[in-house]
């Protein structure tokens, strides 16, 4: 009997009891139920009024409340999920192949039949055994004996054995231990008329996962098979990806993410990890005060109620680190699908499986990422869009959604090709469409406006490219290499950013010195090292581009980058850096609608760079006419789409020198 302290409620062993039946209607895995219900029972030696027992009924409900066994059933219809995916995103086919791929794997698993081996010298028990488990949807195949077992052991694997214990020459046990021996996965079930104490332990030893005694009763056998099956299932589970989106603002990483979650019918979650510095963000806090709380992982997979959500992480090239710990280092258990099915959080400190879950990240760029991070991640580029492609796009989802939310829906509103265009090339220079969409968004605010103030008669509903500069005012953007002139020491190169792919213009001048070479426009040390190699190389081939030898030794050379206040890095400028020197010094003008990219060495040759499809794209919104790139990128440019190679001439060269005539007039 307890005995309570003066001022204690009467109440707490009521409520303890409660906790105690919630818990074990919870349907929680067995070690998390003994923990909660050791935790209940240390609670009902302490009073109520105490700050631990606060602690430890919040503990018990986070518990209770978790999706332990809860899960949205995945819809499972290829074709569906593929139009779901094309009805909401205009290309980006990779990325739908890749979501389409984990689907049919998902299908293909779910569907396979379980295969099951009979064993029996009685013809009547193998009949039964073999209508009993076809009727349960399994694939049954039966031997006579022993030695036909074993045959079929060598030619076939099996899910599950049933197979009697007395038989001639080759008895039961010799089955269990041969099927182990070939594999150890497969659950042996022995069938006996002379079930024995002795003869259960032996079997049981020899990795038996169960012993049935004759004669047989059909419940226990269905039950007994789909227990031994539990583990196979469970493996059978296909594991959720962890997929990375790379690529510029605005080309629908997050959006692509939601689709996804609709065309598996599952539920979605986001977070966003810009600027997180604490570990505890991603582990939680442990449970030595009365504010801790679990990770943001955990709180969210309680707020959704389902252990299989599309996880989606923003931003996670953005994420901090401070003395606090390191949050990326913390991501590395939860993004790992060997290490997921155990997480350990903080606040739980019982392990929770998160390998049901759907993990997508995102970033503008993978550098930041650390590389254990990233070698979880199957990284996914987004490279952005031409103009034929945000053309589309306009029409299809931006200029429906803008005029839906100004209020135009009944006024007919229509825009023209070549007023989406004008739009494109003159009020916005992104690769993603955020900018584009604000422009349409701000013409139907504007003429919604107008709707309201002008008479009826003047009332047009057809937007034009004179309307456009009308609204939006003079252009923004102009075609800088189509309507640049052809200067001497001045080369187009292509650069990656996060924002997507660019044009630079690297300039070179000479002045009376004495072989100085000066670098000017906030150029990283790489980028520096890269204007030295190529300096380097045409100070050792003079000959070969007939430039006198004693002219370094009186002249200084400048080599500067436009837009000086933006840091530029890199070594994909070295090709460029020794045009524009070439063009300098050997006094030809560089043909402004040629621009290059590529790694240059001391001897001439032209290694590989990164953001190819990136710096296509950007070389195309910017009028280029030739496009030069390493020979060893050749792979990267087979996925430029067929509108722009109308456009773009594409030269790979391996070689420095095969390349000047083209480039200099």
């Not at 064993?119 to 009547?124: A, G, Q, R, T, W």
């Not at 030809?588 to 760079?609: F, K, Q, S, W």
Request: charged share 30%.
């Amino acid at each position: 009997m307890r005995i309570f302290k003066k001022g204690e409620e009467t109440e707490l062993p009521t409520e303890i009891e409660e906790l105690r039946k919630t818990v074990r209607r919870a349907n929680m895995p067995e070690p998390v139920e003994k923990v909660a219900l050791k935790e209940i029972e240390r609670l009902s030696r302490m009073g109520a009024s105490t700050a631990e027992y606060t602690i430890g009924i919040n503990y018990i409900d986070y518990l209770v409340s978790l999706p332990w066994n809860r899960m949205t059933e995945d819809h499972l219809d290829i074709k569906t999920a593929e139009s779901i995916l094309n009805e909401e995103h205009y290309g980006l086919s990779e990325i739908k192949d890749r979501i389409l791929e984990y689907l049919a794997v998902r299908i293909l698993k779910t569907s396979r039949k379980h295969k099951m081996l009979v064993v029996d010298d009685e013809k009547m028990t193998r009949m039964n055994l073999e209508h009993v488990l076809t009727k349960e949807g399994y694939h049954v195949l039966t031997a006579a004996n022993g030695i036909e077992a074993l045959n079929l052991l060598e030619k076939n694997s099996f899910d599950v054995i049933l197979t009697d214990l007395k038989m001639e020459k080759v008895d039961g046990i010799g089955i269990l231990e041969k099927a182990k021996a070939q594999a150890p996965n497969t659950e042996v079930i022995i069938i006996t008329g002379y079930a024995t104490v002795p003869t259960a332990v032996e079997a049981m030893k020899r990795g038996s996962y169960h012993f049935l005694a004759k004669p047989l009763k059909l419940d226990e056998i269905r039950s007994t098979v789909q227990k031994a099956l539990s583990k196979k299932k469970a493996q059978l589970e296909s594991k959720g990806p962890i997929l990375c989106f790379v690529g510029p603002p605005g080309t629908g990483k997050t959006s692509l993410g939601m689709s996804i979650a609709r065309s598996l019918h599952r539920k979605f979650i986001r977070i966003s990890l810009a600027g997180i510095k604490d570990e505890a963000e991603i582990r939680g806090h442990r449970r030595s005060y009365v504010g801790a709380l679990p990770g943001r992982i955990i709180q969210e997979i309680r707020r959704i109620e389902t252990k299989n959500p599309v996880f989606m992480l923003d931003e996670l090239d953005k994420i901090g680190q401070d003395f606090k710990g390191d949050p990326a280092s913390a991501l590395l258990e939860v993004l790992d699908p060997e290490q997921n099915t155990n997480f350990m959080d903080h606040y739980l400190n019982v392990p929770f499986d998160l390998s049901r879950v759907m993990f997508i990240a995102t970033a503008n760029t993978i550098d930041p990422i650390p590389d254990p991070l990233l070698d979880r991640l199957e990284v996914l580029t987004l490279s952005g869009y031409t103009e034929q492609e945000k053309e589309k796009i306009a029409f299809k989802y931006l200029i429906p959604k803008e005029i839906e939310e100004a209020g135009l829906s009944e006024h007919s509103l229509q825009f023209t090709s070549e007023a989406v265009y004008k739009i494109i090339r003159e009020y916005t220079r992104e690769a993603g469409l955020r900018n584009l969409q604000r422009q349409i968004a701000s013409i139907c605010r504007k003429m919604a406006r107008d709707r309201l103030i002008r008479d009826v008669k003047e009332k047009t509903n057809l937007i034009t490219p004179e309307l456009v500069e009308t609204l939006l005012g003079p252009r923004k953007f102009y075609f800088e290499v189509a309507e640049a002139k052809e200067r001497i020491g001045v080369a187009t190169g292509l650069a990656w950013t996060e924002t997507g792919g660019e044009i630079i213009f690297i300039e070179a001048t000479k002045m009376k010195g004495r072989n100085r070479l000066i670098l000017t426009g906030s150029l990283g040390d790489v980028m520096k090292e890269s204007a030295q190699a190529a300096m380097s190389y045409i100070r050792s081939n003079t000959n070969l581009y007939n430039i006198p030898e004693n002219f370094f030794d009186e002249h200084d050379i400048h080599i500067h980058v436009p837009a000086g206040a933006i840091p530029k890095d890199g070594p994909s400028a070295g090709l460029t850096i020794a045009i524009a020197l070439i063009s300098l010094l050997t006094n030809r003008p560089c043909r402004r609608d040629t621009a290059l990219t590529g790694e240059l060495t001391l001897t001439g040759r032209i290694l590989p760079v990164g953001g190819i499809k990136e710096k296509v794209l950007a070389a195309h919104r910017a009028g280029v006419k030739t496009g030069v790139f390493p020979a060893k990128n050749e792979a990267d440019l087979k996925d430029i789409p067929d509108d722009i190679k109308k456009d773009l001439k594409i030269i790979t060269i391996d070689e420095l020198k095969k390349i000047v005539d083209l480039v200099l007039r």
